[in-house]
């Protein structure tokens, strides 16, 4: 998989050192599939200026995002990390199957114009 840290977070050493430690985890729920996909990790303020790390999973030309808190990351419980890598890897798949249903419907329905 390829993995990008955004200059935003790059920038915060600490903060780039746990998304870092976080992508083997991310690579396990994703499996045989992370040839085909991005992640993109950046930084992203709270509206109280809190740290939160953003992951942006990018592929199939569809996109999904989650925001996690630092100590979701550092969290000694895997399971609740693993649980929410899938919930925003299932989004992409979603999303990926939507944009591939509508290119299905707009080629039927230009076959049967045919």
Do not use: C, Y
């Not at 045989?32 to 939160?52: I, K, S």
């Not at 895997?78 to 944009?99: G, P, Y």
């Amino acid at each position: 998989m390829k993995v990008e840290l955004q200059p935003e977070l790059a920038k915060r050493k600490p903060l780039a050192e746990l998304a870092e430690a976080a992508t083997p985890v991310l690579e396990e729920e994703i499996g045989d599939a992370e040839a085909q996909v991005t992640a993109a990790w950046d930084f992203q303020p709270d509206d109280q200026g809190r740290p939160l790390l953003q992951l942006t999973l990018a592929g199939w030309s569809s996109q999904a995002a989650a925001l996690f808190a630092p100590a979701e990351l550092q969290s000694s419980d895997q399971d609740q990390v693993h649980w929410r890598f899938r919930l925003v890897w299932q989004d992409l798949l979603n999303r990926a199957l939507d944009r591939q249903i509508q290119k299905l419907k707009v080629s039927a329905a230009q076959s049967q114009d045919d």
